[in-house]
């Protein structure tokens, strides 16, 4: 499920301080392996050391792609630039292909509430109090705020995409409503929305993949999609999150059917069309929330903004930066990983992402 092990395994690499929590067990029962140290620690350390390389030794696109189709079965990426509104391609590597995408589908919940503010429907500092049955697992400390605390949309936001918390996310999924989230799908450019409808809230992803068996699932996805959000709505999302199974995941489960999906263009076109949406009256939080986390380092000469969302869950990997280049060009770079029957190489993957980085900073 979307534990965002992208955050874990980054941070873990940059030195940053992980709860105990976040490092073993999650507790709607993903497995965590243990995180990477030493050598891998050590792989991360020199490449970004080196965060603004000789021309020469950036690898070429070809050579990038080689390391993509390494590190993961199924990989791709797209570096575009921003033109007029418009996704350009600079290189792509299988960026039509569809794959799971995880905690990045929470951009979609951040363009949904861009659309409501606009609209005068909700404000950024209205407050939001936490409720019980929006509570989420595994990853984020908002699930053990009290119940009635209250905390400002934009607070839940900022949790959303930077700490990727599943409990904030739920709150905003439903202050906004699930059937807004999936018209901002075509909205933001998507190719293909139905394959996120009816969308899914990180919680019910966790019922669905750890407390119905193959044959619930099977017989959940067999019905029309009217009936599975009457499901969502009346079943899964009252549940408690105390009766969600302990249940370990040693091997990715579920990865075409329990998840969400885009292709890299559908995701270049996301960040365009919240890049455009900052430009708009009230809404430069969007540009800040999405550049409290990036993650990979861009350096502040070549880079004067990055904004990010990643997402992933066991055998995924995903990542999408908004990169605003000092001469005044914006680009997207979006990544994505899947192998469905092993975690990802996340020391590959990180490989490749900084190569494709450091070529994109040079690109003429």
């Known amino acids: 499920m979307p534990f965002d092990l992208f955050r874990t395994n980054f941070s873990e690499r940059t030195g940053r301080r992980l709860s ?15 995180l990477a140290t030493g050598r891998l620690g050590r792989v991360f350390a020199a490449q970004e050391a080196a965060s603004t390389p000789a021309a ?3 690898p070429t696109w070809d050579a990038i792609d080689q390391l993509f189709a390494a590190a993961a079965p199924e990989s791709a990426l797209l570096a575009a630039e921003l033109i007029d509104g418009r996704c350009l391609p600079i290189h792509g590597l299988n960026a039509q292909d569809v794959l799971p995408v995880a905690s990045s589908f929470k951009l979609w919940i951040l363009g949904a509430v861009a659309v409501e503010i ?7 500092d209205q407050p939001v109090a936490i409720e019980d049955r929006h509570r989420s697992v595994p990853g984020g400390d908002l699930r053990y705020a ?3 605390s209250s905390y400002t949309l934009r607070y839940l936001v900022e949790r959303m995409i930077q700490k990727s918390d599943n409990t904030a996310t739920d709150h905003v999924f439903y202050l906004v409503g699930r059937e807004k989230i999936e018209a901002v799908l075509t909205t933001m450019g998507h190719s293909n929305p139905s394959l996120n409808v009816p969308i899914i809230s990180t919680k019910e992803l966790a019922f669905l993949e750890f ?3 193959a044959e619930e699932r099977d017989a959940f996805y067999a019905r029309p999609v009217d009936e599975r959000r009457r499901i969502l709505d009346d079943d899964i999302a009252q549940r408690p999150i105390e009766s969600l199974p302990d249940i370990d995941q040693d091997a990715p489960l579920e990865l075409d059917r329990v998840e969400w999906f885009a292709t890299r263009e559908d995701l270049c076109e996301t960040m365009n069309w919240l890049d455009l949406k900052t430009r708009e009256t009230g809404l430069l939080p969007v540009a800040e929330v999405l550049a409290l986390e990036t993650q990979l380092e861009f350096v502040g000469e070549i880079w004067p903004y990055a904004g990010f969302k990643g997402g992933s869950e066991l055998g995924v990997l995903n990542g ?3 990169l605003h280049r000092a001469d005044g060009r914006r680009f997207v770079y979006t990544v994505g990983f899947k192998n469905p029957t ?5 020391d590959a993957a990180i490989v490749a992402m900084i190569a494709g980085r450091d070529r994109l900073a040079i690109t003429p």
């Open 118 to 124: 606009e609209a005068g429907r909700l404000a950024w």
């Open 211 to 213: 407390a119905f068996t």
């Open 56 to 58: 020469s030794e950036i």
């Open 320 to 322: 999408t930066w908004l």
């Open 146 to 148: 009290l119940p009635g």
């Open 20 to 34: 105990r929590r976040a490092v073993t067990k999650a507790s709607a029962g993903v497995a965590v392996a243990t």
């Open 342 to 346: 092993a975690g990802i190489d996340t």
